[in-house]
T-cell receptor, first 115, second 111 residues
Framework: ETGVTQSPTHLIKTRGQQVTLRCSSQ?????VSWYQQALGQGPQFIFQ???????GRGNFPPRFSGLQFPNYSSELNVNALELDDSALYLC??????????????FGAGSRLTVL | TQLLEQSPQFLSIQEGENLTVYCNSS?????LQWYRQEPGEGPVLLVT?????EVKKLKRLTFQFGDARKDSSLHITAAQPGDTGLYLC???????????FGTGTSLTVIP
């Protein structure tokens, strides 16, 4: 059983640029969620994808967008990067459940630095 | 916006001491989870609690879900250096299926 893998692990961008982060979900999982985590803080929910559609979104502007592919992998795209976008971006996969507690399996994250 | 507030934010204790981390909210959650995150890694699930008043024990860790399902606590007995990490609570509100994470508690256990 493969876990969640994210790429790249680290990257540096400048203000105004665009970035794409990638995530391969755990085998058997069909839902992907993305989180932004500032150093020493709890993760903030960005959005979730299920059946290749956005299935919930946190308080993030439209320049944060995503995709989910038929193999359940996912991308997070951020346009017009700002300094405050510097953070660890975490991807978590799960098996969608209508009710009850899901179990999130996280990747190790992509550390984005915006200069 | 983080619905869950954790306290304390930072905790540094000696090996062998006991500690409690609190996770509080004004919202009701259908379930609540605790995760531990080590540097350079993603959070790893420790436990899920779903019933108000529920208590779960995992070796030296005891988790409790408040009767009103608005709060939770994590108690560690005889802390060890291997317990060092960022502890996160995460809840799913009664409506919706997205997880809201707490503000985090950074624990350091000194040998």
């Amino acid at each position: 059983e493969t876990g969640v893998t994210q790429s790249p692990t680290h990257l540096i961008k400048t203000r105004g640029q665009q970035v794409t982060l990638r995530c391969s979900s755990q085998s058997g999982h069909n839902t992907v969620s993305w989180y932004q985590q500032a150093l020493g803080q709890g993760p903030q929910f960005i959005f979730q994808y299920y059946r290749e559609e956005e299935n919930g979104r946190g308080n993030f502007p439209p320049r944060f967008s995503g995709l989910q592919f038929p193999n359940y992998s996912s991308e997070l795209n951020v346009n017009a990067l700002e300094l405050d976008d510097s953070a660890l971006y975490l991807c978590a996969s799960s098996l969608y459940r209508v009710s009850g507690a899901n179990v999130l399996t996280f990747g190790a994250g992509s550390r984005l630095t915006v200069l | 916006t983080q619905l869950l507030e954790q306290s304390p934010q930072f905790l540094s204790i000696q090996e062998g001491e006991n500690l409690t981390v609190y996770c509080n909210s004004s919202s009701v959650f259908s379930s609540l989870q605790w995760y531990r995150q080590e540097p350079g890694e993603g959070p790893v699930l420790l436990v899920t609690v779903v019933t108000g008043g529920e208590v779960k024990k995992l070796k030296r860790l005891t988790f409790q879900f408040g009767d009103a399902r608005k709060d939770s606590s994590l108690h560690i007995t005889a802390a060890q250096p291997g317990d060092t990490g960022l502890y996160l609570c995460a809840g799913v509100p009664n409506t919706g299926n997205q997880f809201y994470f707490g503000t985090g508690t950074s624990l350091t256990v000194i040998p």
